[in-house]
C-alpha cells in the first residue's frame, strides 16, 4: 500500500560525501515525518535525522553539522546530504516515515530496504 524506496548508497573514501535519496509512493494522504535511520553490525538502529512536514528538524548528536535532511513535499520524498563521512558512518541507512493513508484511519510507521553506506580508504 505504501512504499519507502532510497537510493544514494554506496563506497566513499574519508572525508567524501553522499546523498540519500527516498521516495514514498502508494495511497498516501498525508506524511507527518521523514527520518533517517541507521544500523551498523552488530549495534542497535538509531536515529539520524528527521524533519517533520512544517520542516522542523532534528539531528543526532553525532551528526555534529555535517549532515542536512531536507524534504520536497510536492514529492514525498527526503533526502540526507552527508558531508565530512567518517569510517563511524559506515551503516544500512533507513528511510523512515510516519504516514497517514487514504485507506486506514490513524498513520503508521513505514520503513525502506535499506542502502548501504561504506565509509573506507
Known amino acids: 500500500q505504501v512504499q519507502l524506496v532510497e537510493s544514494g548508497g554506496g563506497l566513499v573514501q574519508p572525508g567524501g560525501s553522499l546523498r540519500l535519496s527516498c521516495a514514498a509512493s502508494g495511497s498516501i494522504f498525508i506524511i507527518y515525518v521523514m527520518g533517517w535511520y541507521r544500523q551498523a553490525p552488530g549495534k542497535q538502529r538509531e536515529l539520524v535525522a528527521s524533519?517533520?512536514?512544517?520542516?522542523?528538524?532534528n539531528y543526532a548528536d553525532f551528526v555534529n553539522g555535517r549532515f542536512t535532511i531536507s524534504r520536497d513535499n510536492a514529492k514525498n520524498t527526503v533526502y540526507l546530504q552527508m558531508n565530512s563521512l567518517k569510517p563511524e558512518d559506515t551503516a544500512v541507512y533507513y528511510c523512515n516515515a510516519l504516514i497517514q493513508t487514504h485507506a486506514v484511519a490513524g498513520e503508521a510507521d513505514y520503513w525502506g530496504q535499506g542502502t548501504q553506506v561504506a565509509v573506507s580508504s
Open positions: 524533519i517533520t512536514s512544517g520542516g522542523s528538524r
